[in-house]
């Protein structure tokens, strides 16, 4: 019977959960998802100066949005330093580790040579094969893996392919410090065999860590998990994706007005294809991913194409679930929240029905939010410049024209003010944007808005006469 795929995404809480990040918890998840598996979620909290709560809780609200959690709870590396002790003292037993004495003033000497001789620093292995007896007593020391000098180490990876390392520069390194703390590189195979991981997927920073890691595996006779280092995402200019391409947390991303479901869409494509497919749900990408198919190369992040897919994610959903969407989305912004504060039964119906006209211009929440200030906005509207120039004369004379024979309807709806509106302009000879012109500008203090009749039907009867008196006069 085959085994259960285990993958699992270990995030640092070093910082935020960065897009690198996100789209790594999102291939462990698709490649879970896909055969049937699970994913974890680890949380590596073992350099304690750096890791705060702050961001762990940033790493596990911005998995919460993208729908990534992972299966459990999560499970934190720091207290677990005892059991990988435990293992580093296994391996010294097993005679795979031993005791390093070397000095800092040697190691910054063995340093300094090699540079001097254009060699990579590297230890040199001064205490692999001497006696512990021959240190001074109670010297502190390390404890090194004693890995092969000779020969090769080969990383059969499920995106690089087979990746062979000359085993005479892989040092050996170190699995305990001098104040018995585990270092980040037995803490992971620790955790990844404990936990049962079968699949290791993440950046391809990694891969010379896969093989000294392989050695680790090796020496306590576990079984090594298939690797899978996918490569990183650089900006348009082919450089690795930083701050200064506006790579940002994924809660920015959240406050930007991205859909997580629009995100998610995009990073899979982000090193990933499935022929042309451009627009799929997660069912979709669960039901096509395979690891094996990620992309070697690095992919470009473009901004322009997150937005645009996003656009795509607004108009295909389901009006009271974008509208579900914009609610959870206000308190990410200041404007949002001013909203938010504001939000009684009412707003929420007009907000509600503006949904379907504003979705159709909108790419972003953010341009969901700009788009319904005619709904919400004080009396008198603010007015974009070129909204105050359609209310010269002319303008102001269709505004003093419609306003009684809106006035005077008996039932208010988009179709009723539009047959006002159409009957006016044929009677003054009047093509209709002649006469719709100046409405938009005065209901919504701009020229562009949704369709001006369901503008109308949004904001009703009352406020639409309040909003035309206060360019009219009277």
């Excluded at 790594?24 to 909290?45: S, Y």
């Excluded at 473009?302 to 795509?312: I, M, R, T, V, Y």
């Amino acid at each position: 019977m085959a085994e259960t795929v285990v993958t699992r995404f270990a995030p640092s809480p070093t910082g935020y959960l960065h897009i690198g990040g996100a789209r790594t918890a999102l291939f462990n998840w698709l490649w879970a998802r896909h055969t049937g598996g699970k994913m974890l979620l680890r949380i590596e909290d073992t350099d304690r100066e750096r890791s705060t709560d702050a961001a762990i809780d940033a790493i596990l609200d911005g998995l919460r949005w993208l729908g990534l959690e992972g299966e459990g709870e999560p499970l934190f590396q720091f207290v677990r330093a005892s059991r990988h002790a435990e293992v580093a003292h296994e391996l010294l037993a097993r005679g795979a580790a031993y005791k390093c004495f070397a000095t800092q003033a040697e190691l910054e000497e063995m340093r300094e040579t090699a540079m001097k001789e254009g060699r990579p620093p590297r230890y040199d292995g001064r205490w692999r094969d001497r006696d512990p007896a021959e240190a001074p007593a109670g010297a502190p020391y390390v404890l090194r893996l004693k890995t092969p000098q000779t020969g090769e180490t080969v990383v059969d990876d499920l995106v690089q392919g087979r990746v062979t390392f000359r085993n005479d520069v892989l040092d050996d390194f170190i699995l305990l410090r001098s104040d018995g703390t585990p270092t980040y590189m037995l803490a992971v195979v620790v955790d990844d065999h404990d936990m049962g991981v079968t699949h290791v997927i993440r950046g391809d920073d990694h891969l010379t860590n896969a093989a000294r890691q392989t050695h680790i595996y090796r020496s306590m006779d576990w079984t090594v998990p298939a690797w899978a280092h996918i490569p990183l995402i650089h900006g348009a200019d082919g450089a690795k994706l930083s701050k200064r391409h506006g790579a940002l947390g994924v809660d920015a991303y959240r406050a930007l007005g991205y859909l997580p479901e629009a995100l998610k869409n995009y990073l899979a494509r982000l090193g990933w294809s499935h022929g042309d497919d451009e627009f799929f749900s997660m069912a979709q990408a669960v039901e096509w991913f395979d690891v094996a198919d990620v992309n070697k190369g690095a992919a470009r992040f473009d901004f322009a194409k997150l937005e645009n897919l996003n656009g795509q994610w607004m108009r295909a959903m389901d009006d009271d679930a974008l509208f579900a969407a914009f609610l959870d989305f206000l308190p990410h912004t200041d404007e949002g929240r001013a909203l938010a504060e504001k939000l009684d039964d009412r707003l929420r119906a007009q907000l509600r029905a503006a949904v379907p006209g504003l979705k159709e211009r909108a790419k972003t929440l953010v341009e969901l939010l700009d788009g319904c200030r005619f709904v919400h906005a004080a009396r008198p509207l603010p007015m974009e410049e070129k909204a105050q120039a359609l209310l010269d004369a002319a303008g102001l004379g269709v505004l003093a024209a419609l306003a009684p024979r809106l006035a005077s309807l008996d039932a208010w709806s988009a179709e009723t003010t539009e047959a006002v509106v159409r009957a006016y302009a044929e009677e003054a000879g009047l093509k209709l944007g002649k006469a719709a012109q100046p409405l938009r500008a005065a209901l919504t203090g701009r020229t562009t808005s949704p369709g001006i009749f369901d503008v109308l039907a949004v904001i009703g009867r009352d406020e639409t006469l309040a909003r035309l008196a206060d360019r009219i006069g009277g």
